[in-house]
T-cell receptor, first 111, second 114 residues
Framework: NAGVTQTPKFRVLKTGQSMTLLCAQD?????MYWYRQDPGMGLRLIHY???????AKGEVPDGYNVSRLKKQNFLLGLESAAPSQTSVYFC??????????FGPGTRLTVT | GNSVTQMEGPVTLSEEAFLTINCTYT??????LFWYVQYPGEGLQLLLK?????DKGSNKGFEATYRKETTSFHLEKGSVQVSDSAVYFC?????????????FGQGTELSVKP
């Protein structure tokens, strides 16, 4: 099993550009999450999903959208990137609850 | 709202030293508590957990006890190794009814020197 994979691993965007980050899991987990990690701030939840076709806002959802069209995939979109969105983004999944399995992360820089 | 506070790092220790990383929490109800570890260049991994007061979680020589009276979940290890160098995150869960969401502390970087 590959576990949780994230695509791409690195990306540089100009302000105003858009992009989609892909998270995929092969563990048949119901729950999926998107976090951002910034120095000194730990991980903050952006959006999450408790099942295919569902999404919900986390702590810092502004400027991001998500979709969960298939159980195994959770997409994070930035419609108009801003320098404040420079961060490391982590996806996680769980069977049903707080024991989460994390992907390797995507490092995004917005210039 | 619920929150988690960890001791600030970085923490630098010599190999075989005793490790304590402090973690305190604020929560309504009875959360579950976790320690996650992030090795350089990787995602987070669950290290240990405790689901109710007085539970002790343990894994790979690390231990933490859920202390409701002091709202704490301090991480300890009796003898650290260079391979323990990583960032450690304390977290609490608001429960399955809340989507299994985790609230993380800011992380504590540990560096172990030979």
């Amino acid at each position: 099993n590959a576990g949780v994979t994230q695509t791409p691993k690195f990306r540089v965007l100009k302000t105003g550009q858009s992009m989609t980050l892909l998270c995929a899991q092969d563990m048949n987990h119901e729950y999926m999450y998107w976090y951002r990690q910034d120095p000194g701030m730990g991980l903050r939840l952006i959006h999450y999903s408790v099942g295919e076709g569902t999404t919900a806002k986390g702590e810092v959802p502004d400027g991001y959208n998500v979709s969960r069209l298939k159980k195994q995939n959770f997409l994070l979109g930035l419609e108009s990137a801003a320098p404040s969105q420079t961060s490391v983004y982590f996806c996680a999944s769980s069977p049903q609850g707080p024991e989460q399995y994390f992907g390797p992360g995507t490092r995004l820089t917005v210039t | 709202g619920n929150s988690v506070t960890q001791m600030e790092g970085p923490v630098t220790l010599s190999e075989e030293a005793f490790l304590t990383i402090n973690c305190t929490y604020t929560a309504t109800g009875y959360p579950s508590l976790f320690w996650y570890v992030q090795y350089p260049g990787e995602g987070l991994q669950l290290l240990l957990k405790a689901t109710k007061a007085d539970d002790k979680g343990s894994n790979k020589g690390f231990e933490a006890t859920y202390r409701k009276e002091t709202t704490s979940f301090h991480l300890e290890k009796g003898s650290v190794q260079v391979s323990d160098s990583a960032v450690y995150f304390c977290a609490l869960s608001e429960g399955v009814n809340q989507g299994g969401k985790l609230i993380f502390g800011q992380g504590t970087e540990l560096s172990v020197k030979p």
